[in-house]
């Protein structure tokens, strides 16, 4: 919290955001590869933007229960998809990475897949969040 201010509901739309963006950009590299280099930067940075976003999650969930009375549970399975998704990309930017050093596609398309599954579980997360947010 600064100042009174809430910091996770700010910063949580960057990861959101910039993992998708990489997704898809992971995706569009397949045909394009000068784009590769985009997509890991989006992913690093969207790997950041999410780590700010989870650590800033704490002071919302005492926020969150204090103020509107919601489940603990509700708030650590949001958490938990939040850190599942974290996880998955950041085995995406691991492929990613390697697929630097080969000479073929596959390590890319393995990303890729890693990636649409962290998206799957980025959005699963998010619509957990949202529901505390908008069905209260």
Same mark, same amino acid.
């Given at each position: 919290?600064?100042?009174?201010?809430?910091?996770?509901?700010?910063?949580?739309?960057?990861?959101?955001?910039? +993992?998708?963006?990489?997704?898809?950009? $992971? @995706?569009?590299? %397949?045909?394009?590869? *000068?784009? &590769?280099?985009?997509? =890991?930067?989006?992913?690093?940075?969207?790997?950041?933007?999410?780590?700010?976003?989870?650590?800033?999650?704490?002071?919302?969930?005492?926020?969150?229960?204090?103020?509107?009375?919601?489940?603990?549970?509700?708030?650590?399975?949001?958490?938990?998809?939040?850190?599942?998704? +974290?996880?998955?990309?950041?085995?995406? $930017? @691991?492929?990613? %990475?390697?697929?630097? *050093?080969? &000479?073929?596609?596959? =390590?890319?398309?393995?990303?890729?897949?890693?990636?649409?599954?962290?998206?799957?579980?980025?959005?699963?997360?998010?619509?957990?969040?949202?529901?505390?947010?908008?069905?209260?």
């Amino acid at each position: 919290m600064l100042n009174g201010i809430q910091l996770h509901p700010l910063v949580v739309h960057a990861p959101i955001g910039l +993992l998708l963006f990489a997704t898809l950009l $992971l @995706l569009v590299s %397949l045909k394009w590869a *000068r784009l &590769k280099l985009f997509a =890991l930067i989006t992913l690093v940075v969207g790997l950041l933007s999410g780590i700010v976003a989870y650590i800033t999650g704490e002071g919302a969930e005492e926020f969150g229960i204090d103020k509107w009375n919601l489940a603990r549970a509700d708030i650590h399975h949001h958490e938990d998809f939040a850190l599942y998704s +974290l996880i998955t990309f950041g085995i995406s $930017l @691991l492929f990613l %990475l390697l697929s630097y *050093r080969s &000479k073929g596609k596959g =390590l890319l398309i393995v990303s890729l897949v890693i990636a649409l599954i962290g998206s799957g579980l980025l959005a699963y997360a998010g619509h957990l969040g949202g529901q505390m947010v908008y069905t209260r």
